[in-house]
């Protein structure tokens, strides 16, 4: 079975200073991953996805994030944070062997960016 | 560029009663998720559709069905609504042609149920 753990519940950071989000993935096969952010009362926005080619991804609002295959990790990052980048942060992944169009979720990570 | 929409946004029921779920996917978008995410938790998968058909199946109760139509629309289907139920619930929609899409995720339905 697929699975993600995010194993940070809360990250605070100060503004302006750069911002890492942990995730690390167990899937069989070739994984897909994904992450996701949520405002509070609303609905998951896509961020950036790693799906193959490099393993440093760009997305949205200056996030990125890299792929490790052999630390089985895909950390979120961004240089340098704002406060509104507070908000909650899901990983997710999709792919493997088995029900390759599920995309299973982390608990997601509480970003709180100090100003 | 349109999205995923779900009707209604808000919903509050009674115990025992049932409530039925909307979900209107991207245009060309063939497969339909839906997730229900508990206060303060990360979203469950509960079903999956793809050209109508159930594709995946998650943690959805009996008590829950779904199905998808032909314009490619899904219906979340929730009977004998229990205190639990109350969440927020998600649809998602994604075009399978490609290994490499992403699901896009609508607004969602808060669902509560008292």
């Known amino acids: 079975a697929q699975s993600v753990a995010q194993p940070e519940d809360q990250v605070n950071v100060a503004e302006g200073n750069p911002l890492t989000v942990k995730c690390t993935y167990s899937v069989s096969g070739n994984p897909y991953l994904f992450w996701y952010v949520q405002y509070p009362n609303r609905g998951l926005q896509f961020l950036l996805k790693?799906?193959?080619?490099?393993?440093l991804v760009k997305g949205s609002y200056g996030f990125e994030a890299e792929f490790n295959k052999s630390q089985t990790s895909f950390h979120l990052k961004k240089p340098s944070a704002l406060v509104s980048d507070s908000a909650l942060y899901f990983c997710?992944?999709?792919?493997?062997?088995?029900?390759?169009?599920?995309?299973?979720f982390g608990t997601g990570t509480k970003l709180q960016v100090i100003p | 560029a349109a999205g995923v929409i779900q009707s209604p946004r808000h919903l509050i029921k009674e115990k025992r009663e049932t409530a039925t779920l909307k979900c209107y996917p991207i245009p060309r978008h063939d497969t339909v998720y839906w997730y229900q995410q508990g206060p303060g938790q990360d979203p469950q998968f509960l079903i999956s559709?793809?050209?109508?058909?159930?594709?995946d199946k998650g943690s959805i109760p009996d008590r829950f069905s779904a199905q998808q139509f032909s314009d490619y629309h899904s219906e979340l289907n929730m009977s004998s609504l229990e205190l639990g139920d109350s969440a927020l619930y998600f649809c998602?929609?994604?075009?399978?042609?490609?290994?490499?899409?992403?699901?896009?995720f609508g607004q969602g339905t808060r669902l509560t149920v008292v």
């Open positions: 997710a992944v999709r792919g493997g062997l088995e029900g390759y169009q599920k995309v299973t």
């Open positions: 559709f793809y050209e109508k058909m159930q594709s």
């Open positions: 790693y799906i193959t080619g490099d393993n």
């Open positions: 998602a929609s994604r075009q399978r042609g490609g290994m490499n899409t992403e699901a896009f």
